[in-house]
């Protein structure tokens, strides 16, 4: 056993060994460590711990210093430093007319080396670039060619599940992935649905496929013969996940639907396509699967209590719209304001319901009262004009033996137009006592 600790560089998600030396290194804190390009900045991600033996690449080596603020300076100026060398070597690639993509720059702790990484379909003659960036940066140059799968590891990005990239997260290394997988997994072979963002395949295609392909050991392939519980048949489809089988079964009409059967429910007479010839079909059949009902555990129903902020008397006791009520004492409506506008029909329909039938409204009893008064008013020889139409006509005097006309009739004669809101207008036949009457 050697005591070690874990460490990560910037950008990377693998774990390096270092020997601590006599240092007690915490979890997050930042060490100079020695690798064979130089002192590097790393950050750790495991304490002191031990390990075996022949998990260790030997020689291993040491870490020289817990990290200061001048060494997290340099850091920064180091990153200055690589922002600019992207864009002298964008625009240097441009001068030259080189087919290549560059993707990401990164300079050793001490300066001294400047590693390029691009891509390119295929290979590309960079001397002459490379003597160029040598000059202006005076620092050793390195340019390395990448695959589609590191670009998209050191950019980063969401992938189709809305989560960051598995390479970029957590993964040490890329996992070979094949086309078989997705087969195994029932999985559409359509390209756009199981490449990922860098154009191949999906890392996280091999997540489950150690699971898949154990469980492709327990069940039959598709076109198999086997016999279930309601006779023999062939397996037409499988679902791995849920260990059950769709069957088409013998003795089964054409527009029959397939059954459904678990695992355990069937015996393979034969595994894969093949003829019926020799096999013999035995008079046992399988026993149904029959799932458990877990019995329900019985909750108390909790107990509803009333808040505490709601413990108050003057919310208990809070007043009641008033409601105006019937003579009678049923409930009536709410008493609510008017504010102009048109008043439902329905309102009047229920007041006229309330009155009794003997007497009229208030409002006819006024009218009433109002045309008496006109027609006195014409008896002594002063007509007052209307205003029906538009048009000015003069009122007939009534003889002196024919009696007043009903409340009922003198509306009828003269009805007044529906108020709308706003102030009322005074209309020919205004007979209040405030009101002067109109000359001819």
């Known amino acids: 056993m050697t005591e070690v600790i874990s460490v990560r560089f910037r950008g990377g998600c693998k774990n390096y060994f270092f020997d601590p030396g006599d240092m007690q290194v915490k979890m997050g804190d930042q060490v100079i460590v020695e690798t064979a390009q130089g002192p590097e900045f790393a950050t750790c991600t495991e304490a002191n711990h031990e390990v075996e033996d022949s998990a260790i690449v030997k020689p291993l080596s040491p870490v020289l210093r817990l990290a200061t603020e001048n060494d997290r300076r340099t850091v920064e100026l180091n990153k200055k430093k690589e922002s600019e060398a992207f864009d002298v070597c964008e625009k240097r690639i441009a001068a030259h007319g080189l087919e290549m993509k560059l993707v990401n720059v990164s300079a050793s702790f001490d300066g001294s080396k400047i590693i390029f990484f691009f891509t390119a379909d295929g290979r590309v003659d960079f001397r002459e670039l490379v003597r160029d960036l040598a000059s202006v940066f005076r620092a050793r140059i390195e340019l390395r060619q990448i695959g589609v799968r590191d670009e998209a590891k050191m950019i980063g990005g969401l992938g189709i599940c809305g989560r960051p990239f598995c390479c970029s997260q957590f993964l040490d290394g890329f996992m070979p992935v094949s086309i078989k997988m997705a087969k195994t997994q029932n999985l559409s072979l359509n390209p756009t649905k199981i490449s990922g963002t860098c154009g191949r395949l999906m890392c996280c295609l091999k997540y489950e496929q150690n699971a898949y392909e154990d469980a492709a050991k327990r069940m039959p392939k598709a076109e198999s013969f086997v016999q279930t519980p309601d006779g023999p048949g062939n ?206």
Not at 268 to 296: F, H
Not at 313 to 318: G, I, K, M, S, V
Not at 346 to 375: I, M
Request: charged share 35%; proline share 8%; hydrophobic share 20%.
């Open 235 to 440: 397996v037409k489809s499988v679902d791995l996940l849920r260990e059950t089988v769709k069957v088409s079964l013998d003795a089964a009409a054409p527009s029959e639907p397939l059954k459904c059967y678990h695992n355990c429910e069937i015996c393979i007479l034969r595994n894969g396509k093949g003829s019926r010839e020799g096999i013999e079909i035995p008079p046992d059949r399988p026993e149904r699967y029959v799932v458990e009902k877990q019995e329900e555990e019985e909750f108390d129903a909790p107990m509803l209590t009333t808040p505490f902020y709601m413990v108050d008397t003057a919310l208990e006791e809070a007043p009641v719209r008033e409601k105006i009520g019937a003579p009678d004492g049923s409930e009536g409506k709410s008493r609510r304001r008017h504010r102009g506008g048109r008043r439902r029909s329905g309102s009047k329909a229920a007041t006229e319901a309330q009155q009794p039938k003997g007497q009229g409204k208030p409002s006819q009893q006024k009218k009433t009262a109002k045309s008496g008064e006109e027609k006195s008013g014409q008896q002594e020889g002063k007509l007052r004009p209307s205003k029906a139409q538009g048009q000015k006509k003069p009122q007939v005097p009534r003889p002196e033996g024919k009696p007043a006309e009903s409340g009922e009739s003198g509306e009828a004669r003269r009805r007044r137009s529906h108020h709308r809101g706003g102030r009322r207008r005074n209309k020919g036949g205004g007979g209040g006592e405030n009101t002067t009457p109109k000359s001819e």
